[in-house]
């Protein structure tokens, strides 16, 4: 059977980048993306593209039966940032779009699903170094609880009804492609983009807050990895811990000194410091390099040539 993928927030900043890898992939004519407003040009001219509202799942089934899709990729959410001003509305999305899907693929209108949790499920007393896969998870952030509850979701979906939904717990993404969407990790994406432009940053975290953290390229090929590994090898339901680098504020400035001397930066944390410090430093993933022969590609160093060479293009 051919795959027929339908990417719900395919705007978004994970969404993009993982699109148009998909279209790589699997045919441009067979990764349908949409979001609730239009996607770039590239997006727009590359394949078939849908506004859906992901909370509404009549639509959502309107558009898997048209094209014959038997995958969803669901990743329209509100970020940690964004969701700490709109709790509710947060709530709403992330959950209704979740709950949504996972009923469409438990009344077999679609065989698989991907949906991203992320560290935010951690919390002040979980551990924050090394991180270990099952450990104490207490959120304090909407975006957090929202995390928390639908892993469990997908868990009860998959031991209940058989619904084959696979996750990965990312830690901060940080692209060149896209400009940063409203989440604690985005300071450094942010900061090569300032780095260029002006030659200096402003930080809104402290310089020793320490923060696991991947590449896009890694976060992109990890996703479709997961998705197509068999599932006799998927042991964990909830959501994968995946790591690749962790940094702080103060070695990432540092790297980015080394292209360019003259980069400044200076520190002026604001509320986004509190949900950063009840993240983990760094993660544990042994699990999902042991269960689907998870491997990342890029360091600090390769991650930051890579970025300035393009941007500076």
């Not at 899907?101 to 209108?109: I, P, S």
């Not at 090569?192 to 390229?217: G, V």
């Not at 980015?256 to 949900?275: G, N």
Request: net charge neutral; charged share 25%; aromatic share 10%.
């Amino acid at each position: 059977m051919n795959t027929t993928i339908l990417v719900l927030g395919a705007s978004g900043q994970i969404g993009t980048e993982l699109t148009q890898k998909l279209r790589e992939v699997y045919g441009e004519t067979n990764v349908i993306a949409s979001d609730i407003r239009e996607g770039n040009a590239e997006m727009m001219a590359s394949g078939p593209f849908e506004i859906i509202d992901a909370t509404c799942k009549e639509t959502i089934l309107s558009v898997v039966q048209k094209y014959n899709v038997n995958q969803v990729y669901l990743l329209a959410a509100m970020l940690s940032a964004t969701a700490e001003k709109f709790p509710q509305k947060a709530w709403d999305l992330n959950m209704s779009s979740l709950l949504a899907v996972l009923d469409l693929a438990k009344e077999k209108h679609i065989q698989q699903v991907y949906w991203p949790s992320s560290i935010a499920v951690f919390g002040s007393s979980t551990p924050k170094n090394n991180t270990p896969q099952q450990t104490i998870m207490e959120p304090s952030t909407v975006y957090g609880i929202s995390k928390i509850s639908g892993e469990f979701w997908c868990n009860y979906y998959h031991q209940k009804y058989g619904v084959d939904v696979r996750s990965i717990r990312y830690p901060g993404i940080i692209s060149w492609k896209t400009k940063p969407g409203g989440g604690t990790t985005d300071y450094a994406v942010d900061i090569y983009f300032k780095a260029i432009e002006d030659k200096k940053y402003e930080c809104f975290l402290s310089e020793n807050t320490r923060l696991p953290m991947m590449y896009m390229p890694d976060a992109v090929n990890a996703t479709i990895q997961l998705m197509q590994e068999k599932s006799e090898n998927i042991k964990i339901r909830t959501s994968y811990n995946l790591s690749a680098i962790d940094f702080t504020p103060k070695e990432i400035a540092a790297e980015i000194q080394k292209h360019l001397p003259d980069f400044q930066i200076t520190y002026k944390p604001d509320f986004r410091q509190a949900i950063a410090d009840s993240w983990p430093s760094s993660i544990n993933d042994d699990h999902a390099r042991k269960d689907w022969n998870w491997k990342h590609n890029f360091d600090l160093e390769t991650m930051t040539k890579d970025i300035l060479k393009n941007l500076k293009k």
